[in-house]
């Protein structure tokens, strides 16, 4: 690991943000306490933004922050540090209009080249986004697109309607050439950052309850009606394994997923109640994945190939125990781009004890209806 390391940030804006606004403050903090306790001395530099790309580039600076995953071609992002939710703000008598021609933007910021890639022209360029509310209560602009929280820090009080767009996840861009020189360093960075900012992938209030919603007015009837027979039938076909035979199964499991096929994948892939899971995953375009597992975690079905075969020793079964729904936090799925939570039911068939763990694409699920806030 590095003995030390030079990260340089956006400025003036980005000075400016770590001395008012909490949002940076905290990807600051968090940056610094994963630095600390990896050991590594940190030397913060504040630069004009195209200036700490270009340093970056030439391997002048060792990372920069904050970044959008893939923002700078050759550097390497980290997982997200921050994650910034883009919600349309307007008042509520625009949209019973239909009118919404005066748009406003912060300039220079990811939210202007995300509405210029989508042929959305600003009418009103604000210089932060506390000028840019401030033309919004003045009636400068019918609408604006900005970060949720840095709306609601800077104002308390409901600003107009809102809904939601999107997730942006905010990264740590390292250099190639400190990655090179240092291979572990992405994965202790990526591996210590929930243990500074715990909060970084937790899901708000009001998204958990929409999730809850979902599971309920989409899923429960189904295994609690239509599916429930077929179910009771395979759990009395099942027994769970011994620890000794579960070992076995997951090298045997992990050892398949290196193929392209196997007897026990196809066994649990490939099986009855596993096409059930399927059609329901195709009908239901926001489940990523269906899993159903005995009562210890070990697979009995799944709609996708997973990359374990004994679900038991994570959270989402391990929670059960005590409680008997799970929520997970929020997992950035940076080969296909995704949000997921994963959501873990205790349920029962002819008394038997079965676990459905459902992999829900949460940004897919918040963009189908109003995210009740």
């Not at 970044?67 to 921050?82: K, Q, R, V």
């Not at 840019?132 to 900005?146: C, K, N, S």
């Not at 007015?217 to 189904?222: D, I, N, P």
């Not at 195709?282 to 990359?307: D, F, H, K, P, R």
Request: hydrophobic share 40%; glycine share 6%.
């Amino acid at each position: 690991m590095p003995s030390q390391l030079t990260l340089a940030t956006q400025s003036p804006s980005a000075l400016q943000y770590v001395l008012s606004e909490e949002q940076d403050k905290r990807a600051v903090n968090t940056i610094g306490c994963i630095m600390n306790k990896l050991d590594i001395d940190l030397e913060l530099l504040m630069l004009p933004w195209a200036r700490a790309k270009r340093e970056l580039n030439e391997g002048k600076v060792d990372g920069v922050f904050l970044t959008s995953p893939d923002e700078i071609a050759g550097g390497i992002s980290s997982s997200p540090i921050l994650l910034e939710k883009w919600f349309l703000f307007q008042r509520k008598s625009v949209v019973e209009q239909g009118a919404r021609d005066r748009l406003g933007v912060v300039r220079g910021s990811d939210i202007e080249n995300w509405l210029l890639d989508n042929q959305l022209l600003p009418l009103i360029k604000a210089r932060d986004t506390a000028q840019l509310v401030q033309q919004f209560e003045a009636g400068r602009i019918d609408y604006f697109v900005a970060d949720d929280s840095q709306v609601r820090f800077l104002f308390k009080a409901p600003v107009g309607h809102r809904e939601f767009l999107r997730y942006v996840p905010k990264t740590l861009t390292f250099s190639a050439a400190v990655v090179q020189r240092f291979p572990d360093l992405q994965e202790q960075f990526n591996a210590t950052i929930d243990k500074c900012d715990p909060q970084v992938r937790a899901l708000s209030d009001s998204e958990r309850q929409q999730v809850k919603d979902f599971i309920t007015e989409h899923l429960l009837h189904r295994f609690n009606g239509t599916l429930q027979p077929m179910i009771e039938q395979w759990l009395l076909r099942v027994k769970e394994a011994s620890p000794d035979m579960l070992e076995k199964l997951e090298a045997q499991w992990q050892a398949e997923l290196q193929g392209t096929s196997g007897a026990l994948i196809k066994q649990i892939v490939h099986n009855g109640l596993a096409q059930k899971l399927r059609d329901i995953q195709q009908e239901l375009s926001v489940i990523a994945e269906l899993m159903l597992t005995q009562q210890n975690g070990e697979l009995i079905a799944a709609s996708v190939v997973t990359s374990d075969y004994w679900q038991g020793d994570e959270l989402k079964v391990q929670a059960l125990s005590y409680q008997p729904l799970y929520i997970s936090s929020l997992h950035y799925d940076a080969s296909t781009r995704q949000f997921l939570t994963h959501v873990s039911l205790a349920l029962s068939a002819n008394g038997q004890r079965y676990i459905l763990i459902v992999g829900v694409r949460l940004e897919q699920l918040l963009k189908q209806g109003a995210l009740r806030l």
